[in-house]
């Protein structure tokens, strides 16, 4: 079926980016500063963090929001100095710089992510240069990645949805409540388990799927 594709929108984490660097900061470095701030060792931290986070889960702005963490926990760091200290281990996934050449020409290129300003202003300072617009639901518009998050990114990019390609690694949150939206959205699963016709393993796949709306 054709459609006049105008956008293409990517979320961050396990899709243009691998997760080492939000692993390190939720998994090690937060763990870390509980430890050090409260003088109990580091598994203790570790277990007691793993456990809250699991009790607020992902379905919550705050499991998302680190500002949010240093206050439950009382911890004299800045975030953003915080962060910054584990900038490096931002990675790429290594399909990406070649997507986002082949797509920059023919499409305006988009990211939607549940992910804090915080944490975005790093895991895209890569490819900042490929991107006319960069969303954080949370800071931006004050909401969850759900399909009412996508509507009103698309008013504020005046696009139809009908316009607008969406890719992420979240079946809920970029699948089901972009396609909610009347977006045409692709699931990616990188280890290749689900079978779908908007599924994909690689983003390469999804080049000959767009030409596919094209014709």
Not at 70 to 99: C, G, H, M, W
């Amino acid at each position: 079926m054709r459609r006049e594709i105008k956008f293409i929108s990517f979320d961050v984490d396990g899709t243009l980016v691998t997760p080492s660097f939000a692993d390190i900061v939720w998994l090690e470095a937060l763990p870390q500063a509980v430890s050090d701030e409260w003088g109990i060792p580091l598994e203790d931290a570790k277990k007691m963090l793993y456990n809250d986070y699991n009790v607020i889960g992902p379905n919550r702005p705050e499991w998302y929001d680190l500002e949010y963490w240093v206050k439950r926990y009382r911890l004299k760091i800045d975030p953003k100095s915080f962060v910054n200290q584990y900038k490096d281990a931002v990675t790429l996934y290594p399909e990406v710089i070649d997507v986002l050449e082949r797509l920059k020409d023919t499409y305006e290129l988009v990211v939607i992510s549940n992910s804090s300003r915080l944490f975005l202003e790093i895991t895209t300072r890569p490819l900042q240069c490929y991107f006319k617009y960069i969303f954080s639901t949370l800071s931006d518009l004050k909401m969850m990645k759900d399909h009412h998050a996508y509507l009103e990114i698309c008013r504020i990019i005046s696009a139809s949805p009908s316009e607008v390609v969406h890719v992420g690694d979240s079946m809920e949150l970029d699948y089901v409540q972009a396609k909610k939206a009347g977006i045409l959205a692709f699931y990616l699963d990188r280890e290749g388990k689900k079978k779908g016709r908007r599924f994909i393993k690689d983003l390469r796949d999804l080049l000959p799927r767009l030409l596919q709306y094209r014709m």
